[in-house]
């Protein structure tokens, strides 16, 4: 109960030195500890890993399963573990008209600078896992570099049966 409100009290006193990262919301302190880590730790080798699946097909399963290595870092840790739903993100990925439409074209590099203060830069593996990518993987592969991909394959009645 007491290390609860005591990290609490840590929180609410680092977003009153530090206002600007209230945007991030729950992810403040991630952000700043790896800020702190960018500066101290350079390495552009990254592998950028994306998981791309129709929804409810199991790549959050895979994506907690993968990110249990001290090799991954993926870029959203909480609920869905998607990085559409980012707080910096959220506004530009997930419209829920938009998001599925292929012609629908995002700032890669923009949405890259933010899901990289999610990240844990020090390991090598960067995971992402947003559904709606599987649409995008050629733009991705693109603005990523190197890229791999998880790609998931299911049965369409097994898919249809699943949503109802």
Known sequence: MKSMR?????????LAINPSYKKYGKYAMLVFYNKIKRKLYRNENHIFLFILSPPFCGSTLLTEVISTSNKVSSNNTKGTREG??????????????NR???EVHYDWKLIKKEWLKYWD????????????????????????????????????????????
């Open 100 to 102: 599925w439409n292929p």
């Open 121 to 164: 830069i020090t390991k090598p593996i960067l995971v992402e896992k947003s559904p709606p990518n599987i649409i995008r993987a050629s733009s991705i592969e693109r603005a990523f570099h190197p890229t791999l991909f998880i790609i998931f394959v299911r049965n369409p009645y097994a898919h249809v049966c699943s949503l109802m």
């Open 84 to 97: 559409q739903k980012l707080p910096t993100t959220i506004e530009k990925m997930y419209d829920p008209n």
């Open 6 to 14: 005591y990290k609490r009290l840590v929180k609410l006193l680092f």
